[in-house]
C-alpha cells in the first residue's frame, strides 16, 4: 500500500487538478489500462482464463451490476473481492461524511450544506481502495435497515422531526456510495427484502419508510448465487434479476493443471506435500464431479481437495513428531487419512446410501492409478515384482517412518530402478530426503498393487506389499 496523498482541502484538490469520474468510468478505465499493459487483473483465478472473465471483463466495461450463478467452491466470492483491485488505490472524500461522497458531488443535505458553508476550506480525507469494498452473507433474517435504511430513534429523541432526512441511519448499500457492494448468496434474501434493492439497482436511489428522499448513489452491485435447480433456500425475484445487467455462470477448472493450481494456492499447509500427492487429490475431486454416485447439483467444492491436501499434510507432521522424522513428508499411505474426515463434504445420490465409503475408496483409487500411469510411462517393474514374487515384502504406513520404508526394501542388485522411480516422481532431484523419496517408491508399489501385479495387506497402521 502506498502511502495517501497529502492534500488536504478542496482548494488543494482543485488547484491539483484532480478529475472526479464516476465510479463505473473509474472501474472501466483502470480495467482498459491492465488489458493494455499485458497485466492479469484476476491474480489467483485459475481455469477462468477463457470463459467467466472474459465474460466479466465485458460486463464491467459495458458498466452493469453482475451476479454470478454456479455452485459450491467455484471462486465466485474471491472473482467479487478481486473487483476490488479495479479502484483507484486512493480517492479523495468529505472529511466526516457518512457515506464517503466525492469534495466536488456532496448527495446528502449536511454535505452540500458544508460545501457551501467552508467552500475551497473544506476539509478531505483520502480512502483506500480497500474501504469501498463491502460484502454481506445474505441471511434469511437480514432486513431492510441492513441493507438499506431506517429511522434512527436516537437521532429523533435528540430533538429532530421524524420528517428530517437526517434522522435516517443508512445501510450497507448507501455506504457503499462511490464503492462496490457484494452480497453472497442473494436467494437466501428474504423476497421482501430483495424488492427493496429494486429502487438502488435502477433508479439509483433509496426510499426508507415513505421518506422523500433522493440520493444519486454510485455503487456497483455484484452478488452470488446459486443455480436456482439446487438452492431450495430461496430464488432471485424476477425483477430484481432483470435489474442486473449481466448474469455470469461460473464452472469448476476444466483443466487438471489449473485444479492443482488451486490447491496449491489456498492450502495452508503444515508439511511438505509433493506434487504427485496433489495431483492425486485433483483427479479425486474431478473423478467425484462425473461419478453418477455423487449428487451433482450439490457440487464438489475445490475446498474438497483443499482440505484433503490440509489432513494429507497434518498426518505427515504427527507420523514427523512422533517418531522422530527430521523431515515432515506426505506420503501416499496418508491419503486413506483423507477419505476418512472428507466423506462429510459430499452429498452421495439417495440410492448409495451405506456405500459411501466404498465409492469413495474406488475414486481414489481410480486417481492414484491415473497419476502412476503418467509418472511411471515406459519404467520397467519387472525385477522388483519378481523379487516380491518371490516372498520379499515392503512395510509401510501411517506409523511407520520414511528411513524404516527405505531400509525394509527388497535389493536389487545393480538395477537402479528405485533412483529411476524417484526421478520421475522428483525430477532433477531424485528426492532431497528420505520423505520424497519414500513417497516415489510407494506411489510406485501402489500403482503395481492396483495394477494387481503385486498384493496388499493393511492392518491397523501398517500395510505390507508383499
Same mark, same amino acid.
Given at each position: 500500500?502506498?502511502?495517501?496523498?497529502?492534500?488536504?482541502?478542496?482548494? #488543494?484538490?482543485?488547484?491539483?487538478?484532480?478529475?472526479?469520474?464516476?465510479?463505473?468510468?473509474?472501474?472501466?478505465?483502470? +480495467?482498459?489500462?491492465?488489458?493494455?499493459?499485458?497485466? =492479469?487483473?484476476?491474480?489467483?483465478?485459475?481455469?477462468?482464463?477463457?470463459?467467466?472473465?472474459?465474460?466479466?471483463?465485458?460486463?464491467?466495461?459495458?458498466?452493469?451490476?453482475?451476479?454470478?450463478?454456479?455452485?459450491?467452491?467455484?471462486?465466485?466470492?474471491?472473482?467479487?473481492?478481486?473487483?476490488?483491485?479495479?479502484?483507484?488505490?486512493?480517492?479523495?472524500?468529505?472529511?466526516?461524511?457518512?457515506?464517503?461522497?466525492?469534495?466536488?458531488? %456532496?448527495?446528502?443535505?449536511?454535505?452540500?450544506?458544508?460545501?457551501?458553508?467552508?467552500?475551497?476550506?473544506?476539509?478531505?480525507?483520502?480512502?483506500?481502495?480497500?474501504?469501498?469494498?463491502?460484502?454481506? +452473507?445474505?441471511? &434469511?433474517?437480514?432486513?431492510?435497515?441492513?441493507?438499506?435504511?431506517?429511522?434512527?430513534?436516537?437521532?429523533?429523541?435528540?430533538?429532530?422531526?421524524?420528517?428530517?432526512?437526517?434522522?435516517?441511519?443508512?445501510?450497507? @448499500?448507501?455506504?457503499?456510495?462511490?464503492?462496490?457492494?457484494?452480497?453472497?448468496?442473494? %436467494?437466501?434474501?428474504?423476497?421482501? @427484502?430483495?424488492?427493496?434493492?429494486?429502487?438502488?439497482?435502477? #433508479?439509483?436511489?433509496?426510499?426508507?419508510?415513505?421518506?422523500?428522499?433522493?440520493?444519486?448513489?454510485?455503487?456497483?452491485?455484484?452478488?452470488?448465487?446459486?443455480?436456482?435447480?439446487?438452492?431450495?433456500?430461496?430464488?432471485? @425475484?424476477? &425483477?430484481?434479476?432483470?435489474?442486473?445487467?449481466? #448474469?455470469?455462470?461460473?464452472?469448476? &477448472?476444466?483443466?487438471?493443471?489449473?485444479? @492443482?493450481?488451486?490447491?496449491?494456492?489456498?492450502?495452508?499447509?503444515?508439511?511438505?506435500?509433493?506434487? %504427485?500427492?496433489?495431483?492425486?487429490?485433483?483427479?479425486?475431486?474431478? =473423478?467425484?464431479?462425473?461419478?453418477?454416485?455423487?449428487?451433482?447439483?450439490?457440487?464438489?467444492?475445490?475446498?474438497?481437495?483443499?482440505?484433503?491436501?490440509?489432513?494429507?499434510?497434518?498426518?505427515?507432521?504427527?507420523?514427523?513428531?512422533?517418531h522422530g522424522e527430521d523431515h515432515a513428508v506426505a506420503r501416499v499411505v496418508d491419503l486413506e487419512t483423507a477419505v476418512d474426515v472428507l466423506g462429510g463434504k459430499i452429498e452421495f445420490e439417495s440410492g448409495e446410501e451405506g456405500r459411501e465409503e466404498e465409492i469413495l475408496t474406488h475414486l481414489l483409487r481410480t486417481a492414484i492409478a491415473e497419476t502412476v500411469r503418467g509418472r511411471f510411462r515406459g519404467v520397467d517393474?519387472? +525385477?522388483?515384482?519378481?523379487?516380491?514374487?518371490?516372498?520379499?515384502?515392503?512395510?509401510?504406513?501411517?506409523?511407520?517412518?520414511?528411513?524404516?520404508?527405505?531400509?525394509?526394501?527388497?535389493?536389487?542388485?545393480?538395477?537402479?530402478?528405485?533412483?529411476?522411480?524417484?526421478?520421475?516422481?522428483? &525430477?532433477?532431484?531424485?528426492?532431497? =530426503?528420505?520423505?520424497?523419496?519414500?513417497?516415489?517408491?510407494?506411489?510406485?508399489?501402489?500403482?503395481?498393487?492396483?495394477?494387481?501385479?503385486?498384493?496388499?495387506?493393511?492392518?491397523?497402521?501398517?500395510?505390507?506389499?508383499?
Amino acid at each position: 500500500m502506498t502511502v495517501a496523498p497529502t492534500l488536504s482541502t478542496v482548494g #488543494e484538490l482543485r488547484a491539483a487538478g484532480h478529475v472526479q469520474k464516476t465510479l463505473r468510468t473509474e472501474i472501466r478505465d483502470n +480495467l482498459l489500462a491492465k488489458l493494455a499493459a499485458g497485466e =492479469n487483473p484476476w491474480e489467483g483465478l485459475h481455469g477462468l482464463e477463457d470463459t467467466v472473465l472474459p465474460q466479466l471483463e465485458r460486463a464491467l466495461l459495458a458498466g452493469h451490476d453482475v451476479v454470478l450463478l454456479g455452485e459450491r467452491g467455484q471462486g465466485k466470492t474471491r472473482i467479487l473481492r478481486t473487483l476490488m483491485g479495479l479502484l483507484d488505490e486512493w480517492t479523495p472524500v468529505i472529511s466526516g461524511s457518512e457515506l464517503g461522497e466525492h469534495p466536488f458531488d %456532496p448527495v446528502t443535505a449536511t454535505s452540500r450544506a458544508a460545501v457551501a458553508e467552508y467552500g475551497d476550506d473544506l476539509r478531505i480525507s483520502w480512502k483506500h481502495r480497500t474501504e469501498r469494498y463491502s460484502e454481506k +452473507l445474505a441471511t &434469511p433474517d437480514t432486513s431492510v435497515a441492513d441493507l438499506i435504511g431506517d429511522v434512527d430513534p436516537m437521532k429523533v429523541a435528540e430533538g429532530r422531526s421524524l420528517g428530517d432526512p437526517e434522522t435516517i441511519h443508512f445501510g450497507l @448499500i448507501p455506504r457503499s456510495h462511490r464503492g462496490i457492494v457484494a452480497i453472497n448468496e442473494l %436467494p437466501d434474501l428474504a423476497e421482501r @427484502i430483495q424488492v427493496a434493492m429494486l429502487n438502488v439497482m435502477e #433508479e439509483r436511489d433509496i426510499q426508507i419508510r415513505g421518506y422523500v428522499l433522493r440520493l444519486p448513489l454510485d455503487v456497483l452491485v455484484v452478488a452470488s448465487a446459486n443455480p436456482e435447480d439446487y438452492t431450495n433456500r430461496g430464488r432471485i @425475484i424476477t &425483477p430484481l434479476k432483470d435489474r442486473f445487467g449481466a #448474469e455470469i455462470r461460473t464452472h469448476y &477448472p476444466t483443466e487438471l493443471e489449473s485444479e @492443482i493450481a488451486v490447491i496449491r494456492q489456498e492450502a495452508e499447509l503444515v508439511a511438505d506435500v509433493p506434487a %504427485p500427492l496433489l495431483e492425486i487429490l485433483a483427479r479425486f475431486t474431478r =473423478n467425484l464431479r462425473d461419478s453418477t454416485a455423487v449428487d451433482q447439483r450439490s457440487g464438489v467444492s475445490a475446498r474438497f481437495a483443499i482440505a484433503g491436501a490440509e489432513t494429507i499434510a497434518a498426518s505427515a507432521l504427527r507420523r514427523a513428531t512422533v517418531h522422530g522424522e527430521d523431515h515432515a513428508v506426505a506420503r501416499v499411505v496418508d491419503l486413506e487419512t483423507a477419505v476418512d474426515v472428507l466423506g462429510g463434504k459430499i452429498e452421495f445420490e439417495s440410492g448409495e446410501e451405506g456405500r459411501e465409503e466404498e465409492i469413495l475408496t474406488h475414486l481414489l483409487r481410480t486417481a492414484i492409478a491415473e497419476t502412476v500411469r503418467g509418472r511411471f510411462r515406459g519404467v520397467d517393474f519387472a +525385477l522388483l515384482v519378481d523379487v516380491i514374487e518371490g516372498g520379499a515384502m515392503v512395510t509401510t504406513g501411517e506409523g511407520v517412518t520414511a528411513r524404516d520404508v527405505l531400509t525394509g526394501l527388497p535389493v536389487l542388485g545393480e538395477s537402479e530402478l528405485y533412483d529411476e522411480v524417484c526421478e520421475r516422481v522428483f &525430477p532433477g532431484t531424485g528426492g532431497v =530426503n528420505d520423505g520424497e523419496r519414500a513417497c516415489a517408491i510407494e506411489l510406485a508399489l501402489e500403482g503395481l498393487f492396483l495394477a494387481r501385479k503385486i498384493g496388499k495387506d493393511t492392518d491397523g497402521s501398517e500395510t505390507v506389499y508383499g
